[in-house]
Every structure is written in structure tokens, then in C-alpha cells.
């Protein structure tokens, strides 16, 4: 898995490469906080790349959105596949997130 964070005027944005499996999610953590400190504006994750999501991933987008919702800021998820969005549907986060 590969993560790519740009900033852009008033949002940054993370570009989510390959696989978000167990490992991955693991190596994204350092990553993370540094998208945590970020959490008072916009955040974009763009799922256009990401193949697959675990459990592990997911939490790691549960983790955003609690720094991001403590900060007053927001989490965008933009471009996931239909088997994304379709396990997003099946665990309620099409419902937690905003999704472009």
C-alpha cells in the first residue's frame, strides 16, 4: 500500500494506493498521526486506487473521523470501487463518512 498526502489550500488530501489490509493499515499509522494534526480543516481520502479494505483499514478511517469530529473538522472519502463502497454499506460507514 502506498500514501500519498498533498496539501492544497484549505484541504489536505491523501491518495490511498493498493491495498488496506492488516500490514498495511500497520505502516499507515505514522501516517496517520500526521493526518490527525491536520484534523481541524479538510481532510480527503481518495479511494480512487485503493483496491481492498480490511477491518484494519476501516478503523483507521474511524480513527480520522473521531480526530477530525474533536477538531471540528471533516473527513471526505472520494472515488471508492463499487466492492468499497459496497463494504461500507454493509458496516454502516456510507452513513458515518461523506463520500464524493
Known sequence: ????ITKQSNEVIAFLIGRMDTPA???F???LEALEEDARGTIVLDCKDL???SSSGLRIFL?????AAE??????????????RSVFMMTGFLNLFEIE
Open 71 to 84: 477538531k471540528g473538522g471533516k473527513i471526505i472519502v472520494r472515488s471508492i470501487n463499487d466492492e468499497i
Open 63 to 67: 480513527t480520522l473521523r473521531k480526530a
Open 51 to 53: 483496491t481492498y479494505i
Open 1 to 4: 500500500m502506498e500514501v500519498n
Open 29 to 31: 499509522a505514522p501516517q
Open 25 to 27: 493499515a500497520q505502516e
